[in-house]
């Protein structure tokens, strides 16, 4: 199991709000590189799919709705305790709680839409990648 890689997606309210430039320089000149890199929309489907251990919490379905409502941009990061450091920098869940000058803070707007995904486990980040990117896309 990789320790050094984790999952991002940039979430629609980012993406229409034009904050993907801001937010991959913020996470390149942390120290991440990027391995994997795709510009794509999930279908209601493929966004039930990703969050399918969620299913039973009471915003899944508006989870969903959300995450297929738009653009997202997927990528696969590496760095030395990648999951863990990547966690800091997007800062907590609700952005109203992200420390000041994480991603959350800055560029979130809800627990909803709060701009940027990052798994959670070492486990989560191999499953998450793999769902978006074939071998020849990881570099
Ligand atoms: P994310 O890291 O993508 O993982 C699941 C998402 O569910 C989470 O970010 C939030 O955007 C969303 N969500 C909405 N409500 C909640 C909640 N009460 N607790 C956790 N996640 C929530």
Not at 19 to 29: M, R
Not at 43 to 56: I, N, R
Not at 67 to 77: E, F, H, K, Q, R
Request: no cysteine.
């Amino acid at each position: 199991m990789d320790t050094n890689k984790t999952f991002t997606m940039i979430k629609p309210d980012a993406v229409a709000a034009g904050h993907i430039g801001a937010i991959l320089d913020k996470i390149t000149k942390s120290g991440f590189k990027i391995v994997a890199l795709k510009y794509t929309m999930l279908s209601s489907q493929k966004a039930g799919q990703f969050y399918e251990v969620h299913k039973d919490r009471p915003f899944y379905k508006d989870l969903v709705s959300f995450m297929s409502s738009g653009p997202i941009v997927a990528a696969i990061l590496e760095k030395d305790n990648a999951v863990e450091d990547f966690r800091k920098l997007i800062g907590a869940t609700d952005p109203a709680k992200a420390e000041p000058g994480t991603i959350r803070n800055l560029f979130a707007k809800s627990i909803d839409a709060n701009a940027v995904h990052g798994s959670d486990s070492d486990e989560n980040a191999a499953i998450e990648g793999s769902f978006f990117f074939s071998a020849f896309e990881k570099f």
